[in-house]
T-cell receptor, first 116, second 114 residues
Framework: KQEVTQIPAALSVPEGENLVLNCSFT??????LQWFRQDPGKGLTSLLL?????REQTSGRLNASLDKSSGRSTLYIAASQPGDSATYLC???????????????FGQGTILTVHP | DTEVTQTPKHLVMGMTNKKSLKCEQH?????MYWYKQKAKKPPELMFV???????INESVPSRFSPECPNSSLLNLHLHALQPEDSALYLC?????????????FGDGTRLSIL
């Protein structure tokens, strides 16, 4: 059974810092990995989806990397801003043909606070 | 603004009430999902519809009844809920149920059971 872990659970940084959020998964046979952002009381916004054949995906100040063999993904945020404060979740899809097909397995999330 | 629209945004109901949550998307997606999210926890999958047919029910109690009347609309009918059912209910959609299809989420309905 796939398990997804995110470290740290919470992170507080001053504005302008570069930071790294970590996501690890137990079953390396993933098809892709998705990073989401969630603001308090809101839904999930997809930030980046990185395919298993890719090593990196970039969008603006965000860069996601994937190392399947070690079961890890990182989300790098450059020059953090107070508006980046949110919960960040990573998720992997279930196996094709299995009972978990169509199901995303989420990590517990990292709560990020960027203070001015 | 999200492309998946959920109504209402907030709902307060008693344990004997019957209410419905609504989710709509116009992206032509044929897979739709209901998730439940408790505070400081990740979303938990409840139901998956594929081409308007229920394909996954994650052993959800029968007091939650999903319905997919057409490819753009997903409802969740609620009856005789318990206080522990208070949560954020999220709807999502994807092109189809497939590992390579990203899910797009709505902003959710915040449900409080008195």
């Amino acid at each position: 059974k796939q398990e997804v872990t995110q470290i740290p659970a919470a992170l507080s940084v001053p504005e302008g810092e570069n930071l790294v959020l970590n996501c690890s998964f137990t079953d390396s046979a993933i098809y892709n990995l998705q990073w989401f952002r969630q603001d308090p009381g809101k839904g999930l916004t997809s930030l980046l989806l990185i395919q298993s054949s890719q090593r990196e995906q970039t969008s603006g100040r965000l860069n996601a990397s994937l190392d399947k063999s070690s079961g890890r993904s990182t989300l790098y945020i450059a020059a953090s801003q107070p508006g980046d404060s949110a919960t960040y979740l990573c998720a992997v899809p279930g196996d094709a043909g299995g009972t978990s097909y169509g199901k995303l397995t989420f990590g517990q999330g990292t709560i990020l606070t960027v203070h001015p | 603004d999200t492309e998946v629209t959920q109504t209402p945004k907030h709902l307060v109901m008693g344990m004997t009430n019957k209410k419905s949550l609504k989710c709509e998307q116009h992206m032509g997606h044929r897979a739709m999902y209901w998730y439940k999210q408790k505070a400081k926890k990740p979303p938990e999958l409840m139901f998956v519809y594929s081409y308007e047919k229920l394909s996954i029910n994650e052993s959800v109690p029968s007091r939650f009844s999903p319905e997919c009347p057409n490819s753009s609309l997903l409802n969740l009918h609620l009856h005789a809920l318990q206080p522990e059912d208070s949560a954020l209910y999220l709807c999502a959609s994807s092109h189809k149920v497939a590992r390579n299809q990203p899910q797009h989420f709505g902003d959710g309905t915040r449900l409080s059971i008195l």
